[in-house]
């Protein structure tokens, strides 16, 4: 069990800290493009975020892991808007940006709803998956094609996460960030790797269910990314990187990596989940809705009911799973 646990342990601060480097360079090479915060957030940041779920989930589809792959998708959705979301609201009221509400919210939703249309038959199969990349990348070319170059605001140096974007003398240091992306991307899969083997070595002799540990242990370590990443966005009032990559993530873990998973090997879901955690998944996108809507923004109340929701999910889902 030692063994396990450093397993665990040392993939998920791997996890972290190549995620990390892949935030701040893949976010870097975006502004240097000229691409508007709200778009940045909502792809470039948010599937940056979102490659340790991505990873886990994959490599626990090859290895037989479904539990872990599907928990991950779906705890990681749930945490994202929970405990995400509701930590950065608590530093500091996050404004919603109108365009979010109008498309990127209600796209959110119904990708949901084709999530859950995916897994009421107890398995996602590869040409399901399939038509799941294949609508990720039709959302990312909306997000680029239209929104890519509109709201661009060029006035004082833009900041990610405290470092100041290059440029357009700065082209050197921005090249550099391609090679470094890269090499976040295969530490991200080692880190990935350890993770899921201590992960569903402790679930087995602990007696919790894969999925259980997917969608709690699993799917927190994968979130810490986008945890670190919003709530430094609210705290510098990166209000769209804030709430974009929350709302990108959770697209990309739907279409992204639960399609990925299930062209690797067909995902195979506990029809027990229906009874709490996938209508959990669906309520946590539909409460984005009445939380921004009136005053469009999410202040430190919601964001503290959020977190006693994740408090509350986390707590239920390890009681199921015992």
Request: hydrophobic share 60%.
């Amino acid at each position: 069990m030692l063994v396990s646990a450093l397993l665990l342990v040392t993939g998920l601060v791997i996890l972290v800290l190549a995620g990390d480097r892949l935030v701040r360079s893949a976010g870097r090479l975006a502004l240097l493009l000229g691409m508007p915060p709200i778009v940045i957030g909502a792809t470039v940041v948010a599937f940056g975020t979102s490659m340790p779920e991505f990873t886990v989930s994959v490599i626990g589809a090859i290895q037989g892991a479904s539990g872990v792959a599907a928990g991950n998708v779906v705890g990681s959705n749930i945490i994202n808007i929970f405990a995400v979301l509701g930590f950065a609201a608590l530093i500091s009221p996050i404004a919603v940006h109108r365009r979010m509400l109008r498309f990127d919210i209600p796209v959110l939703v119904a990708v949901t709803g084709w999530a859950l249309f995916l897994l009421m038959d107890g398995v996602v199969t590869r040409i399901e998956g399939g038509i799941s990349v294949l609508l990720l990348f039709a959302f990312s070319a909306v997000q680029l094609k239209w929104f890519g170059s509109s709201d661009v605001q060029a006035e004082d140096p833009v900041e990610f996460e405290g470092f100041p974007v290059p440029h357009e003398g700065d082209h050197p240091r921005a090249i550099i960030e391609l090679p470094l992306v890269t090499v976040a991307v295969a530490v991200l899969a080692a880190g990935s790797w350890l993770f899921v083997r201590g992960a569903t070595d402790l679930a087995e002799r602990a007696g919790v269910s894969e999925f259980a540990i997917g969608a709690t242990v699993v799917a927190l370590g994968t979130s810490l990314p986008e945890l670190v990443t919003s709530v430094i966005a609210a705290w510098k009032r990166q209000d769209d990187i804030a709430i974009g990559n929350v709302v990108g993530s959770n697209l990309f873990n739907i279409l992204g990596v639960l399609g990925g998973a299930a062209l690797a090997r067909p995902v195979d879901i506990d029809l027990e989940l229906f009874q709490f955690e996938l209508p959990a998944m669906a309520v946590a996108a539909l409460v984005l809705v009445p939380l921004a809507w009136p005053r469009l923004r999410i202040g430190r109340i919601e964001g503290g009911l959020l977190v006693v929701a994740f408090i509350g999910y986390t707590a239920l889902t390890l009681i199921r799973g015992s």
